[in-house]
């Protein structure tokens, strides 16, 4: 949820490696820097600049993804 707020600097929070290209989406894989996070990774995917999915992998091995669509921005 934190990632999708832009309310946490990726830099500081995670590192950050560019994985290519699925399809017509750019994949960019962000890895906690800090141990104690409830997760391993996290890759963006990204469809003409706005965000399409996520594919997230906790430390128990389990590997969740999520599609996006209709996505409205709300900016205040």
């Not at 996290?42 to 599609?67: C, P």
């Amino acid at each position: 949820a934190l990632l999708l707020s832009g309310q946490i600097s990726l830099e500081d929070n995670f590192n950050m490696e560019e994985q290519g290209t699925e399809g017509d989406m750019q994949l960019i894989k962000l890895a906690p820097k800090k141990q104690e996070s409830g997760f391993k990774y996290v890759s963006i995917g990204l469809q003409n600049g706005k965000l399409a999915g996520m594919e997230l992998m906790d430390n128990f091995g389990q590997l969740t993804r999520i599609y996006f669509s209709n996505i409205l921005l709300i900016h205040r």
